[in-house]
């Protein structure tokens, strides 16, 4: 009976091990996840997007830099796929982190119905009924895009190593400068109100079906950007630090690579980037470094005789 109940549990901790490989575990260093994600400015670039193509685009312009996610720790800025399923008038727009092979994170959805747009963070990152509804100032172009003649569902054909040729990938930044840099790209011509109710019950229904989470969260109290503990995926570099603390270095990204701009000689703080916000650089110089003349050997020359010395040679 004893070795019944042995074999049992052998087989049960080997399934449980089995099970436990298939998921990407992140330690995520950082006090809060969410604040590497701006739902304010999800909600306004897909109120100016085109189509869903769009969308995905302007989430993951390098340009722009919407996102800081980086959920697998790896020292790149996450890939954020779009997905779309619909029912009737209800379509639910789904945000995925791209953070290993075949292995998505679901980020946020979109909920768009024809009188209404939320956006819902996931709960795994957001907490429970973490959701923003905008209010546009005008009718957001996408909406013809959904309700067209035209309207076909999208589907992002992108996955692990496999992304667009406008994609490259950034070092993610310590949360003050990210929330600096992401308030530019929001409307401020928009309303952006935080509520706990989900309006659309059709899209609590298809989130249930369609709802990735590969990704362990897990939390804790350090702030800021921290050094990566654990990825799977792509390889970690074991001496990577945020660019603020380090100096210029390639950042290999398949075929690609990015550069990093250097802290020595001269350091660029930008203060504001974006469409229609120029962008101010100030450049604080170093002084240059004082060299130092060598001192000329010393010759070698015959001692001075002293005074008796001298005295006796010139009475001579």
Known sequence: MKRNLLVVLMVLVFAVSVHAEDVTTVEAESSDIAENLDLNAVASVFGEAENLEDFEKKLNDPDTQISNLDLNEDGEVDYLRVIETSKGDTHLVTIQAVIAEDKYQD?????????????????????????????????????VFFWGPLYHPWHSPYYWGYYPPYYRPWRPYPRAHYHRNVNVHINVNNTYNVTSVRKSKTSVELSKRSRRSDAKLKRSDRQGV???????????????????????????????????????????????RGQGVEAVKKEIRT??????????????????????????????
């Not at 074991?238 to 990204?253: F, K, M, N, Y």
């Not at 002084?287 to 001692?303: E, F, M, Q």
């Open 107 to 143: 980020v946020a959805t979109v909920d768009v119905e024809k009188d209404s747009v939320q956006v819902v963070g996931d709960v795994a990152m957001y907490g429970p009924s973490y959701i923003v509804e905008p209010v546009y100032v005008h009718s957001p172009v996408i909406f």
């Open 226 to 272: 921290q050094r990566p503990v654990a990825t799977t995926g792509k390889k970690v570099q074991a001496d990577w630090t945020p660019p603020t603390e380090r100096g210029a270095e390639l950042v290999e990204s398949g075929k690609k690579k990015v550069t990093v701009p250097a802290k020595k000689g001269s350091q660029l703080i930008d203060e504001g």
């Open 287 to 316: 002084p240059a470094p004082v060299r130092k003349t060598p001192a000329a050997p010393a010759r070698n020359l015959p001692a001075r005789p002293s005074g008796q010395v001298r005295s006796n040679l010139l009475g001579r």
